[in-house]
Nanobody
Framework: QVQLVESGGGLVQAGGSLRLSCAAS????????MGWFRQTPGKEREFVAA???????TYADSVKGRCTISRDNAKNTVYLQIDSLKPEDTAVYYC?????????????????WGQGTQVTVSA
């Protein structure tokens, strides 16, 4: 069982930056693929970024060049740095984990989810 707790969300002006954190419980964190997704009311959960156990990463086109996902296995934590924030980045951001995800961009491949952290970007 893995428990995930996100933090770092908040209200920021367009053009600003945020670093989201996701703290995971469990001794096998380093073996999990970690993903970040986001969701706005009435819309499907959207893939943002994912990082494998070895550090390989992938990003959604909508955030490529503005986001950096990283992980610290010693701290059981994954991070999402978002720069040049836009109002359309406003969403609840969720952290997800799974030991064996075939398609990291697909939310239904992840077994474990956090409660989410709200990011609001003002124009």
């Amino acid at each position: 069982q893995v428990q995930l707790v996100e933090s770092g969300g908040g209200l920021v002006q367009a053009g600003g930056s945020l670093r989201l954190s996701c703290a995971a419980s469990g001794r096998t964190f380093s073996r999990y693929l970690m993903g970040w997704f986001r969701q706005t009311p009435g819309k499907e959960r959207e893939f943002v970024a994912a990082i494998g156990w070895s550090g390989g990463s992938t990003y959604a086109d909508s955030v490529k060049g503005r986001c950096t996902i990283s992980r610290d296995n010693a701290k059981n934590t994954v991070y999402l740095q978002i720069d040049s924030l836009k109002p359309e980045d406003t969403a609840v951001y969720y952290c997800a984990a799974d030991p064996a995800v075939i398609r990291p961009a697909m939310s239904n491949g992840y077994h474990y989810w956090g409660q989410g952290t709200q990011v609001t970007v003002s124009a």
